[in-house]
């Protein structure tokens, strides 16, 4: 079992998440400590990966700018997400060489941890071959991305579970034309449980990665970052 830090917030800005996330990369880059897992939710947020173009936004700045849906362009791998209410987003911070990982293992266990999950609410997920991400037939239910740098993993997945789901009619989704999204709630016609969901993707993580979870508070966590530890700083607490 992995000694990992469980980090389960409500909500946190995109911005102050993906500085934490660079932080403890940072950290675990050179020192050995905890793994981190963290669950939350975004405001409406774009997010364009590495291979993103803004044509796949389908909307102007303009229009984005009155709707409040901020836009980052952002390292992780694929194309361009949505990020929103209504959707828990999962943020690994592995480090992959500690816990025997490569890429392949990595997004295989976040799609399988995804499918066990539906499958616990009664929905039957899919992978579909050539694509990241889970689909529910031929709709798309749960978006991965990943980062790597330094042997540390960070970005992560987003499952709709109640979104706005007019939200993705703003872009491409993950780059492909036509594609529609859907949600936990849409499919099973009845709102979703936000605890009883958490609940049970943390317990699929932690068998599916061998996680040994404690919990992690957002003060605890500001604490330990800021500043950045020195090599030889002790280890998380």
């Not at 749960?142 to 706005?164: C, D, E, K």
């Not at 500001?222 to 030889?232: D, K, L, M, N, S």
Request: hydrophobic share 40%; with cysteine.
């Amino acid at each position: 079992m992995f000694p990992t830090k469980f980090l389960n917030l409500n909500y946190l800005s995109y911005n102050e998440a993906l500085t934490l996330m660079w932080k403890l990369v940072d950290i675990k880059r050179s020192l050995r400590c905890p793994e981190v897992l963290i669950f939350l939710e975004h405001e409406p947020t774009l997010t364009m990966g590495r291979r993103a173009k803004t044509s796949d936004i389908l909307v102007s700045q303009e229009y984005l700018a009155k709707e409040k849906i901020a836009v980052h362009r952002v390292e992780r791998g694929g194309l361009v997400t949505y990020h929103g209410p209504g959707q828990l987003v999962v943020y690994p911070v592995f480090n992959i060489h500690t816990m025997g990982l490569n890429v392949d293992k990595l997004v295989y266990g976040l799609e399988e941890a995804v499918l066990n999950t539906l499958s616990h609410f009664g929905i039957t997920g899919n992978r579909r071959e050539g694509y990241r991400g889970v689909w529910v037939y031929e709709e798309k239910i749960a978006s991965i991305g990943v980062a790597i740098r330094g042997g540390v993993t960070y970005h992560g997945l987003a499952l709709n579970y109640a979104p706005n789901l007019s939200h993705f009619d703003l872009i491409n989704p993950c780059g492909l034309n036509g594609i529609r999204m859907t949600a936990m709630s849409k499919i099973l016609r009845k709102p979703i449980n936000p605890f009883s969901l958490r609940e049970t993707m943390a317990s699929n993580f932690r068998q599916q990665f061998k996680l040994d979870l404690s919990e992690w508070s957002l003060n605890q966590a500001r604490q330990y970052i800021e500043p950045i530890p020195t090599v030889g700083t002790g280890p998380i607490t």
